[in-house]
């Protein structure tokens, strides 16, 4: 069964944490129904019509009768039992969005069929898990599909990593991450260690590094390659091959390379530079646009450089990308107009405010 309340409540609080910026509202994996979203996670009035407006766009609430009011309470449990109702109704459609640069993400609608469809055949391609640990965000399609489809359909316990012990993780636990978290794992509990068990990673690619260290490690990786408008297109267990298109993927002559998935008809325009290997194998060359991947988001150094230049204490600023064993970094030289430390705290706290984590350089140097 899909719709539990344990499932609806992870994609609440993975959903309550994007506003809060804190995974998962910084709550365990279980959580009592009981929980007031007010006076125990912190979410303010404001907020509370945030995350509503988020749930209502996710599962179209909006499509069903007028009792599925989120906003009608601020327990936990109220907010469950209004989505399970809705889902009761009507359970044809969800809507995901797309991670965008300074916020901008576009809402893409999948169909359940065809995201079952989708979990269906990763349930032949991946070995029935244990148990599944997430550390990505249900809310997402890669991690919808992962951690709330497959474990329904395996029938096998969800937990968060922060949750499981390293003792727990056995040969058959899969783990399903991004290459940022998947860096987090490998440096909290991996590093010069070996931990037999079986790793998923998409939404960005892999750096080699990583890659190879978490084979290293005795983690049996699979990269997934897709996208939140297409869902999963490939997949790969070694850094060195090309992708296998997934069954129900067809790639179509002519540039810029599209996709068709025969379960649903939809076609879709790749935004990346591919290389065909062959009818059912691919290679990722890069994007065709000017972004770059930093933590799973694809951020645009030029639209960046543009936001910076408009804060009034800044003369002129220098942002660019630099691939570091494979994973790109952002750096940013910034020149003030009068550098003291209270213009250099005022930039710091404007750059805050106008750019997501992602867009801000992790090197930055101001002068």
Known sequence: MIWTPDNVRRIILDMAGRILQNPHAGLPTVVSPELDLYRDVGLDSISRMELAGYLNEFFGIFDTSVENYLLAGTTL??????????????????????????????????????????????????????????????????????????????????????????????????????????????????????????????????????????????????????????????????????????????????????ICRTDTGATFTVPDRLERVSETEIRVLGRLDDSVSIAGVNVYPAAIRQVISECPLVATCDIYAKADMGAHKLYGAVQLRTLNDANRNAFLHWVRQHLSPPEIPQNLYIY
């Open 77 to 258: 449990d109220h907010w469950v039992n209004c989505i399970l109702r809705a889902r009761s109704q009507v359970d044809d459609y969800l809507t995901f969005r797309t991670s965008g640069t300074s916020g901008a993400a576009r809402a893409v609608r999948h169909s359940m069929a065809s995201l079952l469809f989708e979990a269906r055949f990763l349930m032949e391609l991946l070995p029935r898990p244990d148990r599944v640990v997430s550390l990505v965000p249900a809310n997402h399609i890669y991690g919808f599909i992962y951690t709330v489809l497959l474990p329904a359909l395996w029938n096998v316990p969800l937990c968060l990593l922060a949750d499981t012990p390293a003792t727990a993780i056995t040969a058959n636990t899969l783990l399903v991450g991004t290459p940022f978290t998947w860096e987090y794992t490998y440096q909290s509990l991996l590093a010069g260690k070996s931990l037999p068990c079986r790793g998923v990673s998409s939404a960005a690619p892999m750096p080699p590094g990583l890659f190879d260290q978490l084979m290293n490690a005795s983690v049996f990786m699979t990269e997934i390659y897709g996208s939140s408008e297409t869902g999963g297109l490939g997949y790969r267990h070694r850094l060195d091959a090309p992708f296998t298109l997934f069954p129900h993927v067809t790639l179509l002559a002519g540039e810029p390379f599209t």
